[in-house]
């Protein structure tokens, strides 16, 4: 809530491959128990055009002054400071077909528990969240035979969905993941806690 006492609505703007919008979605869920604002989640295209079978990390960044081995080590001692599982990557994948999916169980409240699901499937244990049998296990793990995977990333109104996603992180100037919009304000990368909720009201103290 804020200060009037009408809902506050938080924007993310996020990708299933980012890995500080795992961290990030981290510190959201703690800022959320306390001021209990509502979110919306923007997908972003933050690797479109990765193919099927995932890339290489070091092909994907290649020709850029990226230490992978060091970035790697430091994103993984700062998700596992926070409880999260998260193993040495060595490949990113397309997330496009996670997105559809999730913009379909969003319609039945399930965007987040989905979501952590992918999240926990990629950095946790390193799978490809493209392939069709992984999706198909994350739903299930949520909700036996309520989702067809196969049937939901060939839905033309899902597919759409993602598509008016892109458009609007394009139209707002997006140029990374995660980023946070609340109103006119706007915060890139990894958000503690304190900082989302002096984000969506300045009010709240920052000793959490």
């Known amino acids: 809530m804020n200060n009037s006492g009408e809902p506050s609505e ?15 979605a981290a510190y959201l869920n703690k800022a959320r128990e306390i001021a209990g604002f509502q979110v919306r989640y923007v997908m972003y295209p933050l690797h479109p055009d990765t193919p099927s079978d995932g890339i290489p990390l070091e092909q994907l960044f290649s020709g850029r002054d990226v230490d992978i081995a060091r970035q790697q080590a430091e994103i993984r001692e700062r998700a596992l400071k926070i409880g999260l599982d998260y193993k040495l990557r060595t490949h990113s ?4 077909r996670a997105q559809i999916i999730a913009k379909g169980v969003a319609e039945d409240g399930a965007f987040e528990t989905f979501q952590d699901s992918v999240f926990r499937a990629y950095f946790g244990k390193g799978e490809n969240i493209n392939r069709i049998d992984v999706l198909q296990g994350l739903l299930n793990d949520i909700s036996p035979k309520q989702w067809s995977a196969e049937r939901m990333v060939h839905d033309s109104k899902l597919e759409a969905a993602v598509h008016q996603d892109w458009q609007v992180a394009q139209t707002r100037v997006i140029r990374s993941v995660p980023t946070y919009q609340f109103k006119n304000r706007y915060c890139v990368g990894a958000q503690t ?16």
């Open 10 to 24: 938080l924007t993310v703007y996020t990708d299933f491959i980012c890995p500080w919008c795992y961290i990030g």
């Open 93 to 96: 994948y397309n997330s496009r």
């Open 193 to 208: 806690s304190d900082s989302l909720l002096r984000l969506v009201d300045d009010s709240y103290s920052k000793n959490l």
